[in-house]
């Protein structure tokens, strides 16, 4: 008799994962099956080898940084080949660390594409040709995948999607970037301090445009003066490969046809879910926007059926994923019966500066009719920003009621404040709540502190 | 008729200038007294200019990071002279921005030793000649100052106290630092990051010897692995000048009397209060211990007498006189009749590696006698520590009935976890609190998660 497991999981990204580890760690019977690789695009494609680009060259903007200063003077070079090596052996160790902890537990790994034939049923195209699964419990997590639009779209010559641009062997002179969003600029970032001179394109008038706008100003400033061209609010008409160089057109209409030409393009304007041909029509499962699975207030997408992660659409994070992940399994366990509550979600951006927020911002609180305060420090007054030498940024608090609802900031280093910054938009700290609290002298936290105590304006 | 001062302070450190801001700011008639400088031993001879110089040399060690796994070539030189000029130059310039802040809130400024003469009135030396201030209020924050011993005491020729070291016009070739605490390894990290080649001797049988032993241990192989001379648990004969040199005799019945020199020597054995000559004994005030002023539950040393700060010897920390400072004006105002409770006291160590601590240690509990269990993560498995080739180091927590009642990491970037830390042990989180959270990802916050959520080990 064939097993029925107690959760049967589509995707092995950070979503799919931690799902498998808590649900088998809990005793219930459980399989992942993955298409391509643990870890998804956030371990394969995303976050990490951005992050490990990031990493690798933060040397070369620390020193930037004190020599525009007087104080530093120097140079240095990162070779690709050795940083893409290090990188690849890193995800293929923490894959290979992943598939050991899912076999430790008993997580039945299938390596293939699943499908659902009937509620109750999934198909895996596995290499030994098909097999099926039956499942008490579906959890479909199967992520997402760089988009495109018509004229911009990756061809694997010299446009390159997110996937292509972390797998090349050499790291081109001149990069055009289409897309201001996170994925865009850490990549910009990344590339401009191991030698590419960057072209950024986006239609929004302004970068990050999911952010704050004073944000978006500071961005503008800093990539402005590392030397960017930055191209805002203008229309591509395409992106080609054209001999050994990659040719983006600006639409006629808004930028006079200009050509814009460089060694190589990069398409990051937004990511497509992997919702094709994983049978939620046998589910009665709906398709929402641009094919997102539409989730009930419990993440479920039919009866048994959970989808958490890029594919639902919420919120496209790993850790948002991971947090739906654990709800789903303490719900199976019997944990809870509430609907799912992500509470505030942290976003940052990496790179120099950083971009941090959690909460609603002043915008949005506005747009909704809602009445809010804001209050903002500057990072020129902190003396750990000033010993950076990287002065340019801030911390803007969204205040509520007389409670803290949203915080923003931008400037190197300014991740550190997000797990504090998260904790306390959730628990609605009062000023008061934040004027009793001991922040270490010196850190940048105090900058948060500032901004928290300071005078709070209108909108 | 002289004015009667609602809270007169003596000392513009932190906890004295954060008690004349607020104080002021609340409407309390405030005077403050100030023999030197604004700002106290923290911005001009302590944590800001050791910060600059450690935020300033960052890139050196970012660089040798990278350098070590041969992703990144290059040299990273420091302007010695130019980074001493910047940092004077800020210290001046916040020295300032303070005295303006006085200014503007009505707070009297007066340049002066003060002294008390009887309940009730201080006597200031000022370059005028003598000058009597009535109060009704007085706040002792007076500080410290760097300390030495028989045979150990700064000469201010080639032996110096972190004052001295400082205040350098070129950085030696090397340095002797007697004191493994957190001042002297913050600059001894500096001073090598500039070129000096580092002998560390100290008494205790480890570095750092207020923390956890693991996180010693952590400590210890990094700076070897630097290229450090370090010789613990040696007892120190004398220090003195010899021509151009330092010259350091080890006690001849624990290290057989052999000499040690370098080019200079930092004496960093901790630091004594400012308490000589304040007319204490007018109060009724009893020092303790190595001079410090003693106080209650409710700060106060006398009727009507507050001390905060270094001076009271409860925790010499900039951040806990601030919030001492605090409360005395919340008590002052009439908001707060409740004792002075710190809640847990975040500590740091600068550099790289950081080190982070806030709560009870492990050892600590066990020496009062608390059953307590332990949870560990090593840095080496985060994915940001590995993006910054610094994977030496841990988190540690320190559990008991249950609830979070210490933590303390070791690492590059460990400070980051400082404020979040402190709050969830001063709210006793549980691990189901932890499980809950959403930590942003990826982050090196992750390693304080993976360390809430691994298995408790006895001590």
């Given at each position: 008799?064939?097993?029925?497991?107690?959760?049967?999981i589509l995707?092995?990204?950070?979503?799919?994962f931690?799902?498998?580890?808590?649900?088998?760690?809990?005793?219930l019977?459980?399989?992942?099956?993955?298409?391509?690789?643990?870890?998804?695009?956030?371990?394969?494609?995303?976050?990490?080898?951005t992050?490990?680009?990031?990493?690798?060259?933060?040397?070369?903007?620390?020193l930037?940084?004190?020599?525009?200063m007087?104080v530093?003077?120097g140079?240095?070079?990162?070779?690709?080949?050795?940083?893409?090596?290090?990188?690849?052996?890193?995800i293929?160790?923490t894959r290979?660390?992943?598939?050991?902890?899912l076999?430790?537990?008993?997580?039945?790994?299938?390596?293939?594409?699943?499908?659902v034939?009937?509620?109750?049923?999934?198909?895996v195209l596995?290499?030994d040709?098909p097999?099926t699964?039956?499942?008490?419990?579906l959890?479909?997590?199967?992520?997402?995948?760089?988009?495109?639009?018509?004229?911009?779209?990756?061809?694997?010559?010299?446009?390159?999607?997110s996937?292509g641009?972390l797998?090349l062997a050499a790291?081109?002179k001149?990069?055009?970037?289409?897309g201001?969003?996170?994925i865009?600029?850490?990549?910009?970032?990344?590339a401009?301090?191991?030698?590419?001179?960057?072209?950024l394109v986006?239609?929004?008038?302004?970068?990050?445009?999911?952010?704050d706008?004073?944000?978006?100003?500071?961005?503008?400033?800093?990539?402005k003066?590392?030397g960017?061209?930055?191209r805002l609010?203008?229309?591509?008409a395409s992106?080609?490969t054209?001999?050994?160089?990659?040719?983006?057109v600006?639409?006629?209409?808004?930028?006079?046809?200009e050509?814009?030409?460089?060694?190589?393009?990069?398409i990051?304007?937004?990511?497509?879910?992997?919702?094709?041909?994983?049978?939620?029509?046998?589910?009665?499962?709906?398709?929402?926007g641009?094919?997102?699975?539409?989730?009930?207030?419990?993440?479920?997408?039919?009866?048994?059926?959970?989808?958490?992660?890029d594919?639902n659409?919420?919120?496209?994070?790993?850790?948002?994923?991971?947090?739906q992940?654990?709800?789903?399994?303490?719900?199976l366990?019997g944990?809870t019966?509430r609907?799912?509550?992500?509470g505030?979600?942290?976003?940052?951006?990496?790179?120099a500066?950083?971009?941090?927020?959690?909460?609603?911002?002043a915008?949005?609180?506005k747009?909704?009719?809602?009445s809010?305060?804001?209050?903002?420090?500057?990072?020129i007054?902190?003396?750990?920003?000033q010993a950076?030498?990287a002065?340019?940024?801030?911390?803007?608090?969204v205040?509520?009621?007389?409670?803290?609802a949203?915080?923003t900031?931008?400037?190197?280093?300014?991740?550190?404040?997000a797990?504090?910054?998260?904790?306390?938009?959730?628990?609605?700290?009062?000023?008061?709540?934040?004027s009793?609290?001991?922040?270490p002298?010196?850190?940048?936290?105090e900058s948060?502190?500032?901004?928290?105590?300071?005078?709070?304006?209108?909108?």
């Amino acid at each position: 008799m064939a097993t029925t497991y107690d959760l049967l999981i589509l995707g092995g990204g950070p979503g799919g994962f931690d799902a498998a580890v808590e649900a088998a760690g809990s005793g219930l019977k459980t399989a992942l099956v993955e298409a391509a690789e643990l870890g998804g695009a956030c371990l394969n494609r995303g976050c990490i080898p951005t992050k490990l680009w990031l990493g690798a060259t933060d040397a070369v903007d620390e020193l930037a940084a004190q020599a525009k200063m007087r104080v530093a003077t120097g140079s240095v070079d990162i070779d690709f080949p050795a940083l893409q090596a290090r990188k690849d052996k890193y995800i293929a160790a923490t894959r290979k660390a992943m598939g050991m902890r899912l076999a430790q537990l008993g997580v039945d790994l299938v390596a293939g594409l699943g499908r659902v034939t009937d509620p109750g049923n999934v198909e895996v195209l596995t290499a030994d040709g098909p097999k099926t699964l039956n499942y008490r419990n579906l959890l479909l997590a199967t992520g997402s995948r760089p988009g495109g639009f018509p004229g911009v779209i990756a061809d694997g010559a010299k446009v390159l999607d997110s996937t292509g641009l972390l797998a090349l062997a050499a790291m081109p002179k001149s990069l055009i970037v289409v897309g201001g969003g996170f994925i865009g600029l850490e990549m910009a970032q990344a590339a401009q301090r191991m030698g590419a001179r960057i072209t950024l394109v986006d239609a929004l008038p302004r970068l990050a445009g999911a952010e704050d706008p004073e944000v978006s100003k500071v961005l503008e400033s800093v990539f402005k003066r590392q030397g960017w061209d930055l191209r805002l609010g203008v229309k591509v008409a395409s992106v080609k490969t054209r001999g050994e160089q990659a040719v983006l057109v600006l639409d006629s209409s808004v930028g006079g046809g200009e050509e814009l030409e460089a060694d190589c393009a990069l398409i990051a304007v937004g990511r497509r879910p992997n919702t094709a041909d994983l049978g939620l029509e046998a589910l009665g499962a709906t398709l929402t926007g641009a094919g997102y699975i539409q989730t009930d207030a419990n993440l479920l997408a039919a009866p048994g059926v959970f989808a958490v992660g890029d594919v639902n659409g919420r919120m496209l994070l790993a850790h948002a994923a991971s947090h739906q992940a654990h709800y789903v399994v303490e719900r199976l366990l019997g944990h809870t019966a509430r609907p799912y509550a992500s509470g505030p979600v942290p976003s940052i951006l990496y790179g120099a500066p950083e971009v941090f927020r959690a909460g609603i911002m002043a915008e949005e609180a506005k747009a909704l009719g809602s009445s809010v305060l804001v209050s903002r420090a500057q990072l020129i007054a902190n003396p750990i920003a000033q010993a950076h030498a990287a002065t340019a940024g801030f911390v803007k608090c969204v205040w509520r009621d007389g409670k803290i609802a949203g915080i923003t900031a931008v400037g190197a280093g300014v991740s550190r404040l997000a797990c504090f910054a998260t904790l306390i938009i959730q628990q609605g700290w009062t000023r008061e709540d934040a004027s009793g609290f001991m922040f270490p002298h010196p850190t940048l936290d105090e900058s948060l502190k500032a901004a928290l105590l300071a005078d709070k304006e209108a909108v």
